[in-house]
Structure formats: structure tokens, C-alpha cells
């Protein structure tokens, strides 16, 4: 009897114990992630995806350890080590290598803005030399008597875009977080461009041509290494219609392993990883070399 309410209250104090240590697991991450992503230049999206699964290897191996198995949380603990170093060469062959950098001042990015009532439209334009990847907006908004409120509204605009130089996100409503907007003189708000990330567009890249897959809807690159530099790998963005700019990843075709090298003077035909009903204005966004 004594054994069968230990196990229940053990059950009931499961949910418990997991929400704590997922809770502590989280400001680890996101502590952990700030440094990373400041000071080491780690790409965002393996802080993020790293991150869940650390929230989630942590509360497993709590909850095995609640039920006295030791030796189950350390599988976990193992079993999640050998998934992130199986997940690293997935992240080498689809994320870039372009270094990136950040810029807060004097931002080559044209910023303009309309208010329609309490909607703010906005498009950014890159104008420099590298790609957008990512850009924060700053909207001033001031009181009725024309006194600034305390901290600017933040949000993004063109955020995972990837725009190369000289092209725009369009036009697009910016999600502002405003409470109590009856507090406000919104028609008075001004926004600018208060930071954005670029990525180094690379120094040299093959020729190519585009062409969809008739019937399948994949679409097919086929690349000519018109260069004196060998290519591990090359990748594609492309306009999905309505100004959307998507990246995608591409194999091989007609041969079994996903690896290749394009060496100089030599062709391959490539194919992306998802369909599309329409491409338009496609570029190369970044490459490897050996």
C-alpha cells in the first residue's frame, strides 16, 4: 500500500518537477544563446533548435531520475549528444559559411514608412554591397501634447528575407506591440531603421540557369563553374511571387551522395528540395570552396 501512493504521488508530482526544470532550463538557454550569439558569431538557428533540445533532454532526464533510473537519464543525456553531432553536418550543408556582421549607425538601408490610422505600412531597401538578412525597426510615438513615450516600439521588417543588394521587402504592415493605443497620438509616431545584420556576399560565383521540373514541380539549377575556384556547395534564393524571397537547399541530381565538387570548368545539375509553382529573380546567396 505504502509503495503504490508513493508511485502516485510521484505521478502527481511529475507535471511539477518537469515545469521547473524547464523553466530553469530556459533562462539557461536564453542566457547561454545571448553569449553565444554575441561573442562567438554562432548562427541563430543553432541556438534555437540546440535550445529546445536541451529544455527537452533536461526535463526527460529530471522526470527518469524522479523515478529513481539513473541510468536512463544518462541514456537520454547520450542519446541527445549523439543527435546534435548527427545534426552538424545537416547544419553545415544547408546554413552558409558568409560571415556575419552587424551595423547600427549609418545603415545602408533605404527605410519608408506610412501611418493608415493605427497601422504602420513600411518597405526597407537594401543598399549595400551584402546581403539583408535581418533588420529591427524603432517607432517614436508620442503622447497628445507632443511628449515622446518613455521606449521605442521595436519590431522587424525584413526578418529571414534575405535580401540581396539593391532589392526591397515591399511593402508591409510592421507588428507593432502598442497597449492602450488610446493613450497615443499615433499620427505623430516616426520610425527608422535602428539596426540590421548583414551577411558577406561571396567574392566569386558560378553561372547558372533555372528551369522547373515539368510534372513535379521541383526545380532544377544547372550550374556552369565558369570560375578558376572549386564549389562544395552553392545556394539558392529565389522570389516565390508578391515579393517573398525564399532559400532552399538543393542535391545532386542522378548521383547517390548529396556531397559534390564543381571544380573549374566543370557543370552539375542541382535540384531544389520543395516545390514551387513560381520562381522569379533567382541568385546565389553563398557558396564553399575546399
Not at 503622447?143 to 515591399?170: D, K, R, S
Amino acid at each position: 500500500m505504502i509503495r503504490n501512493i508513493d508511485i502516485v504521488f510521484r505521478l502527481l508530482a511529475l507535471p511539477f518537477h518537469i515545469a521547473v526544470a524547464r523553466f530553469w532550463t530556459v533562462l539557461a538557454v536564453i542566457a547561454i544563446g545571448y553569449v553565444a550569439v554575441t561573442w562567438l558569431n554562432v548562427e541563430p538557428v543553432r541556438i534555437v533548435i540546440y535550445g529546445f533540445v536541451a529544455l527537452a533532454v533536461v526535463g526527460f532526464a529530471v522526470s527518469a531520475q524522479q523515478w529513481d533510473s539513473g541510468s536512463l537519464a544518462g541514456g537520454i543525456v547520450i542519446t541527445a549528444l549523439i543527435g546534435v553531432v548527427m545534426m552538424e553536418p545537416v547544419f553545415d550543408r544547408v546554413l552558409p559559411k558568409n560571415p556575419t556582421y552587424e551595423v547600427t549607425t549609418a545603415i545602408p538601408v533605404d527605410f519608408r514608412f506610412r501611418l493608415t490610422g493605427e497601422t504602420v505600412m513600411a518597405e526597407a531597401i537594401n543598399r549595400s554591397h551584402d546581403w539583408l538578412e535581418h533588420a529591427r525597426v524603432a517607432c517614436q510615438g508620442y503622447y497628445g501634447n507632443g511628449e515622446p513615450v518613455e521606449q521605442p516600439w521595436m519590431t522587424a521588417v525584413a526578418g529571414f528575407f534575405w535580401l540581396p543588394p539593391g532589392e526591397g521587402t515591399g511593402e508591409r504592415r510592421l507588428s507593432l506591440s502598442i497597449r492602450d493605443t488610446y493613450r497615443y497620438d499615433l499620427a505623430r509616431t516616426q520610425c527608422q531603421i535602428a539596426e540590421a545584420r548583414f551577411r558577406q556576399s561571396p567574392v566569386v560565383v558560378p553561372s547558372f540557369s533555372v528551369e522547373q521540373i515539368s510534372g513535379s514541380g521541383l526545380a532544377r539549377f544547372h550550374v556552369i563553374n565558369d570560375t578558376s575556384t572549386a564549389f562544395t556547395a552553392v545556394r539558392f534564393t529565389c522570389q516565390q511571387g508578391q515579393g517573398v524571397r525564399a532559400t532552399f537547399t538543393t542535391s545532386p541530381m542522378l548521383q547517390k551522395s548529396q556531397d559534390y565538387l564543381l571544380k573549374p570548368g566543370g557543370t552539375i545539375d542541382l535540384v531544389s528540395d520543395r516545390m514551387f509553382t513560381k520562381l522569379e529573380s533567382c541568385r546565389i546567396y553563398s557558396v564553399d570552396s575546399p
